[in-house]
């Protein structure tokens, strides 16, 4: 008698095997960490770098903070400014604890509607209505850290879209729907593998 694997579960092992860091815990997690209330980012384009206290320990954002916060997002193209979302902003600090990072390189924040259709009209890889433009998003990089645990820390965190666009890139986060593009978690790889066996 023959014993063998099935192939699905054959599929999901090799895929186990090949992205074992991002294999685990590729689900998002159950746990939404706000980080401590304290992020610090930094502007390669401007060579700008602040800290900001944006939180106190009660929960409660600090409006001066964030203020500051929309003027360091401000749009690269036409320098306009737009609230950004402080659960944006929560997200880039969990991530900034979670690496122990002293800070955030912030590659792209707000866009204006004017720099945002100039570039979906480059790049189909741009969207026409980008959370970027709605305060929503960030295209980031941690220095030290690659783009490839920057984007399975911020899947796992489920708290919004993760595009990958190379390790020589960033990555994009945002806090709209949980989604993905530009590479796709190993566990559902391996679902979308199995699913086509029959």
């Avoid at 999901?12 to 991002?22: G, K």
């Avoid at 036409?78 to 800070?103: R, V």
């Avoid at 941690?142 to 920057?150: D, V």
Wanted: proline share 6%.
């Amino acid at each position: 008698m023959k014993i063998g694997i099935p192939i699905p579960s054959l599929l999901l092992l090799i895929t186990a095997l090949i992205f074992p860091c991002d294999m685990a815990n590729s689900e998002p997690s159950q746990e939404h960490p706000l980080g401590n209330g304290i992020v610090t980012l930094y502007r390669p384009d401007k060579d700008e770098r602040a800290t900001f206290a944006y939180r106190d320990k009660n929960g409660a954002y600090d409006r001066d903070a964030l203020v500051e916060i929309a003027h360091f997002f401000r749009c690269r193209l036409t320098d306009e400014e737009h609230e950004i979302s402080p659960k944006l902003i929560e997200l880039l600090d969990a991530m900034e604890d979670h690496f122990d990072a002293p800070e955030i390189q912030l590659i792209s924040g707000y866009r204006s509607p004017l720099r945002n259709s100039i570039m979906s009209a480059r790049s189909r890889r741009v969207a026409k209505k980008s959370l970027h433009t709605e305060g929503m998003a960030a295209d980031i990089k941690i220095a030290g850290i690659s783009n490839r645990r920057i984007r399975s820390f911020a899947y796992r965190l489920g708290r919004g879209g993760v595009g990958y666009y190379g390790q020589k890139s960033f990555v994009h986060v945002d806090t709209g729907p949980v989604r993905t593009w530009g590479w796709m978690p190993p566990a559902l790889a391996g679902r979308r593998l199995a699913g086509t066996q029959k």
